[in-house]
């Protein structure tokens, strides 16, 4: 089984900010955050990771808490392009056990 | 220039038969992965190969073998096919050489073969 929770589905409004909860209260100190996204038809792409502090790269920001227990995937300007599931995975290096579970579909509402 | 292909994109087949997925990556990339992508979404690995020897191997029915003739290709063949076997097969591919390490950064996914058994 997957060891996070998303919601199921998100709406965001484009240009806005899309905020992508995840939960994955049992993480262990090793185990970095994974984002994936997966547009219809198509194989997941990556988008960031993170281990303990907040990253940000060209296509997104990562937020985790302190706890780590929690992040948050946030897309600053979000675009009708943007309308995809979005994978949040935790996972050491070294496990062999690499599950995506059902993600958030997220729809970017004109 | 795509990075990760796989053909056939679709397969439809009957159960009891033997097919193949063939894949190939023109990224230089030394490791290489099957996903599966079940009805209900989820995504598992299958196996992972770095430099044409076998790495990881989940809980995969034996019918189910990989081969590499090379460091660009993993070709996924599936003997006696069964109806469980429906599902969206992914390859991907990267860079990393570490043996047993899952380089979640840098994993490049072809577009997937949707296999249908009949």
């Known amino acids: 089984d997957a060891k996070t929770t998303q919601p199921p589905s998100m709406d965001c409004a484009e240009g806005r900010a899309a905020n992508l909860p995840c939960n994955h209260s049992t993480i262990s100190g090793n185990e970095y955050v994974y984002w994936y996204r997966q547009i219809h038809s198509q194989g997941p792409q990556y988008i960031i990771h993170?281990?303990?502090n907040n990253e940000t790269n060209e296509m997104a920001s990562l937020i985790i808490t302190e706890d780590r227990k929690s992040s948050t995937l946030i897309l600053p300007h979000a675009t009708l392009r943007d309308t995809a599931v979005y994978y949040c995975i935790v996972r050491a290096n070294r496990d062999d056990k690499i599950i995506f579970g059902k993600g958030t579909r997220l729809h970017i509402l004109p | 220039d795509t990075a990760v292909s796989q053909t056939p994109k679709y397969l439809v087949t009957q159960m009891g038969n033997d097919k193949s997925i063939k894949c190939e990556q023109n990224?230089?990339?030394?490791?290489m992965y099957w996903y599966k992508q079940d009805s209900k979404k989820f995504l598992k690995i299958m196996f992972s190969y770095n430099n044409k020897e076998l790495i990881i191997n989940e809980t995969v029915p034996n019918r189910f073998s990989p081969k590499s003739p090379d460091k660009a290709h993993l070709n996924l063949h599936i003997n006696s096919l069964e109806l469980g076997d429906s599902a969206v097969y992914f390859c991907?591919?990267?860079?990393?050489?570490?043996?047993?390490?899952?380089?979640?950064?840098?994993?490049?996914f072809g577009p997937g073969t949707r296999l249908t058994v009949t």
């Open positions: 991907a591919s990267s860079q990393g050489r570490g043996r047993g390490v899952w380089y979640g950064h840098e994993q490049y």
């Open positions: 990224l230089g990339h030394d490791t």
């Open positions: 993170g281990l303990k």
